[in-house]
C-alpha cells in the first residue's frame, strides 16, 4: 500500500528562503508511523512543512498544496492520512478535498486532536470526503488499517481506535 501521512500547517511566508528554512521543523510523530508502515512492506511519505519547502524549491513561501500536488502527480496514493489540530482544521480540510481532487481513489483517513474528540461529527459533516478517522495514537491502528485496506489483517469492526460511517 502506498501511503502519504500530511501534518497541515499555515501558509508560511518569509523575505528570505534562509529565514523561512530557520522556523520549520520536521512531523517526527509521522514520521514515526511512515517508518512503522515501511517496516511492514508499505510504502510511506510524509508531507510536512519542512519537506514540502524542499520538495518545491526551498522558496521563500510554503504551501502545502503546492506539495501534495507535486506529490499526487508522480505518484498514486492509495491511503492519504491528515493530522489535525484544531486551530488547523480548516487547512486540514483543505487538504482532504485537494486530496480527494488529486488522488479520487485513495481513501481518507484522519487522526489528531480534533478529529478523536469530534469524530462523530466530523464524519457526518464530512460524509464522502473523509473515509476513517482513527481515535487516539495512531500506531497500531494505522497499520491494521493499512492491513485491512489490503483485505488481510484485522477485520475492520476489531481494529481499536477505527471510526467510519
Request: aromatic fraction near 8%; charged fraction near 25%.
Given at each position: 500500500?502506498?501511503?502519504?501521512?500530511?501534518?497541515?500547517?499555515?501558509?508560511?511566508?518569509?523575505?528570505?528562503?534562509?529565514?523561512?528554512?530557520?522556523?520549520?521543523?520536521?512531523?517526527?510523530?509521522?514520521?514515526?508511523?511512515?517508518?512503522?508502515?515501511?517496516?511492514?512492506?508499505?510504502?510511506?511519505?510524509?508531507?510536512?512543512?519542512?519537506?514540502?519547502?524542499?520538495?518545491?524549491?526551498?522558496?521563500?513561501?510554503?504551501?502545502?498544496?503546492?506539495?501534495?500536488?507535486?506529490?499526487?502527480?508522480?505518484?498514486?496514493?492509495?491511503?492519504?492520512?491528515?493530522?489535525?489540530?484544531?486551530?488547523?482544521?480548516?487547512?486540514?480540510?483543505?487538504?482532504?478535498?485537494?486530496?480527494?481532487?488529486?488522488?479520487?481513489?485513495?481513501?481518507?483517513?484522519?487522526?489528531?486532536?480534533?478529529?478523536?474528540?469530534?469524530?462523530?461529527?466530523?464524519?457526518?459533516?464530512?460524509?464522502?470526503?473523509?473515509?476513517?478517522?482513527?481515535?487516539?495514537?495512531?500506531?497500531?491502528?494505522?497499520l491494521e488499517l493499512a492491513e485491512n485496506?489490503?483485505g488481510r489483517g484485522t477485520a475492520r469492526?476489531?481494529?481499536?481506535?477505527?471510526?467510519?460511517?
Open positions: 500500500m502506498n501511503v502519504l501521512l500530511i501534518q497541515p500547517d499555515y501558509y508560511l511566508k518569509e523575505k528570505a528562503p534562509e529565514l523561512l528554512q530557520k522556523r520549520l521543523l520536521p512531523s517526527y510523530s509521522l514520521i514515526l508511523l511512515a517508518s512503522l508502515l515501511e517496516q511492514k512492506g508499505h510504502k510511506a511519505k510524509v508531507l510536512d512543512s519542512f519537506s514540502n519547502w524542499v520538495l518545491t524549491g526551498k522558496k521563500n513561501e510554503n504551501d502545502l498544496k503546492e506539495g501534495l500536488k507535486i506529490l499526487c502527480e508522480r505518484e498514486k496514493f492509495d491511503l492519504i492520512g491528515i493530522c489535525v489540530y484544531t486551530p488547523l482544521r480548516k487547512e486540514a480540510i483543505e487538504l482532504c478535498r485537494l486530496a480527494k481532487e488529486l488522488c479520487p481513489s485513495a481513501k481518507i483517513v484522519l487522526g489528531g486532536p480534533h478529529p478523536t474528540r469530534l469524530w462523530q461529527s466530523m464524519l457526518d459533516e464530512y460524509a464522502g470526503l473523509v473515509d476513517f478517522i482513527l481515535l487516539g495514537g495512531a500506531d497500531q491502528s494505522l485496506l489490503e469492526y476489531k481494529i481499536n481506535g477505527l471510526a467510519w460511517i
